[in-house]
């Protein structure tokens, strides 16, 4: 497995970590982490944020699997797929996270959490890095 498929699949676990993370959040009793990263990207941190309400506590449950499912995906990609064509895969996963990265950021400034932009940009980079060296490593592209 080269470095860049070992980079993909850390990526893709603190992709699908972070889906299970939120998918529990829709349970009241197991949304601390959740509420307070919530406090902290809708400043000032202030305790005010609940995530108790279950017009809150869906799109948690659904974004948080879809999240997860993703995370999933991607793993699997960086298998023997990004082995067979790389260029494909990094294509697939390229463009997957720029259109994530690009909605999110964008519906979580209209939010109120333009914090989180900061948040996307770490997971952006998670994907990015490993995909640009890779791409330079890569002796079919050479």
């Keep these: 497995m080269t470095s860049e498929q070992k980079g993909l699949r850390l990526a893709a676990a603190v992709t699908l970590a ?5 998918a ?6 197991l949304n601390l982490p959740v509420r307070l990263l919530a406090d902290l990207l809708i ?19 659904i974004g948080g699997g ?28 390229r463009r997957s996270i720029l259109a994530w ?7 979580s400034v209209a939010a109120g959490a333009a914090l989180n932009v900061g948040a996307n940009a770490v997971f952006l980079a998670l994907y990015l890095i490993p ?7 890569d002796p079919a592209l050479a």
């Design 101 to 107: 990265f690009v909605v999110d950021s964008l519906a």
């Design 43 to 61: 400043w000032p941190f202030d305790g005010g944020q609940s995530l108790a309400a279950p017009e809150t506590r869906l799109p948690l449950a």
């Design 131 to 137: 995909m640009a060296l890779g791409a330079r490593q």
């Design 24 to 29: 529990v959040a829709a349970l009241p009793a």
């Design 18 to 22: 972070t889906g299970i993370v939120l």
């Design 66 to 93: 879809v999240m997860l499912g993703w995370g999933v995906m991607i793993w699997m990609l960086a298998g023997q797929p990004m082995q067979q064509a790389p260029e494909a895969v990094r294509a697939i996963i």
